[in-house]
């Protein structure tokens, strides 16, 4: 449903993705994992077309995505890039109503359907109290629920979002990603994030792929390839794996500074991965 075949991404001289071939699973939720400036959201970028590759190519439903016309790509496809910026003085209700702007024609009329999108994805996101306020006026949290909520009204089955959890609290943090976990399991749209996080992304991950010196170092479901040694391999980081007690996924626990409270020799269950 959505690839690349040998793409390769500068900006200048400086190659920031090689020679890349991946595939994104169809209706599973995949996360893109790496340290600080390693591509992943140029790469997001990319996939949505909002980047010219330097070579290669971007493939959407068997078709190279750059010979698409502009909505019909907004048709199959949503992205929510990073910080995202509205203009002054926009509600919240008109800024989630331009999620519906590809499905409009030039002379088509605001239909039934388009607003029962938007006040869906007002609801979902839980910001229908609020759609009569300006963006701008939103705190850090509140606004990025806003761009999410125009991204679901755009309706489409592959949603591209570079940290849809940024400046959430933990409350927040999870009730965006319970969403999408829930747009998946029940529409079965096709899920593509860069998260921070390494825990919240084994947990509500399908697939993962791991992005180091230009290219991906290591792919599939996170039970099976997020180990200590990927850690360290991609982000230079010491650490043990166990397995989340709750979820059974993989759970990070970094090595570094901080209180002992139990000491080495404790019994817990140090199992690594």
Same mark, same amino acid.
């Given at each position: 449903?959505?690839?690349?075949?040998?793409?390769?991404?500068?900006?200048?001289?400086?190659?920031?993705?090689?020679?890349?071939?991946?595939?994104?699973?169809?209706?599973?939720?995949?996360?893109?994992?790496?340290?600080?400036?390693?591509?992943?959201?140029?790469?997001?970028?990319?996939?949505?077309?909002?980047?010219?590759?330097?070579?290669?190519?971007?493939?959407?439903?068997?078709?190279?995505?750059?010979?698409?016309?502009?909505?019909?790509?907004?048709?199959?496809?949503?992205?929510?890039?990073?910080?995202?910026?509205?203009?002054?003085?926009?509600?919240?209700?008109?800024?989630?109503?331009?999620?519906?702007?590809?499905?409009?024609? *030039?002379? =088509?009329?605001?239909?039934?359907?388009?607003?029962?999108? @938007?006040? +869906?994805?007002?609801? &979902?996101?839980?910001?229908?109290?609020?759609?009569?306020?300006?963006?701008?006026?939103?705190?850090?949290?509140?606004?990025?629920?806003?761009?999410?909520?125009?991204?679901?009204?755009?309706?489409?089955?592959?949603?591209?979002?570079?940290?849809?959890?940024?400046?959430?609290?933990?409350?927040?943090?999870?009730?965006?990603?319970?969403?999408?976990?829930?747009?998946?399991?029940?529409?079965?749209?096709?899920?593509?994030?860069?998260?921070?996080?390494?825990?919240?992304?084994?947990?509500?991950?399908?697939?993962?792929?791991?992005?180091?010196?230009?290219?991906?170092?290591? *792919?599939? =479901?996170?039970?099976?390839?997020?180990?200590?040694?990927? @850690?360290? +391999?991609?982000?230079? &980081?010491?650490?043990?794996?166990?397995?989340?007690?709750?979820?059974?996924?993989?759970?990070?626990?970094?090595?570094?500074?901080?209180?002992?409270?139990?000491?080495?020799?404790?019994?817990?269950?140090?199992?690594?991965?």
């Amino acid at each position: 449903m959505l690839s690349t075949k040998d793409l390769t991404i500068s900006y200048g001289d400086k190659i920031i993705i090689d020679d890349l071939n991946i595939e994104i699973p169809k209706g599973k939720i995949t996360v893109l994992i790496g340290a600080n400036g390693c591509g992943k959201s140029t790469l997001l970028r990319s996939m949505a077309r909002l980047l010219k590759p330097q070579d290669g190519t971007v493939i959407l439903d068997g078709q190279a995505i750059a010979t698409m016309k502009t909505k019909e790509v907004a048709k199959k496809l949503s992205i929510l890039p990073q910080s995202p910026i509205s203009p002054e003085g926009l509600t919240v209700l008109e800024l989630v109503k331009q999620g519906r702007h590809p499905h409009r024609g *030039f002379i =088509k009329q605001w239909s039934k359907k388009d607003e029962e999108a @938007v006040y +869906e994805a007002l609801e &979902l996101t839980n910001m229908l109290n609020l759609k009569d306020q300006s963006v701008d006026s939103l705190s850090g949290g509140q606004r990025q629920r806003a761009w999410i909520a125009m991204t679901l009204a755009q309706q489409t089955d592959i949603m591209l979002l570079d940290e849809p959890t940024t400046y959430l609290d933990m409350t927040h943090q999870i009730e965006i990603l319970d969403l999408l976990y829930k747009l998946n399991e029940k529409d079965g749209r096709t899920i593509v994030m860069v998260l921070h996080d390494l825990n919240l992304s084994c947990r509500y991950a399908h697939h993962i792929i791991a992005i180091k010196n230009q290219t991906v170092t290591s *792919f599939g =479901k996170p039970e099976e390839i997020v180990t200590c040694a990927l @850690v360290e +391999e991609v982000f230079n &980081l010491k650490c043990d794996v166990l397995f989340d007690p709750i979820y059974g996924t993989p759970m990070c626990i970094p090595h570094g500074k901080g209180r002992h409270i139990l000491p080495p020799t404790s019994n817990i269950n140090r199992k690594r991965i």
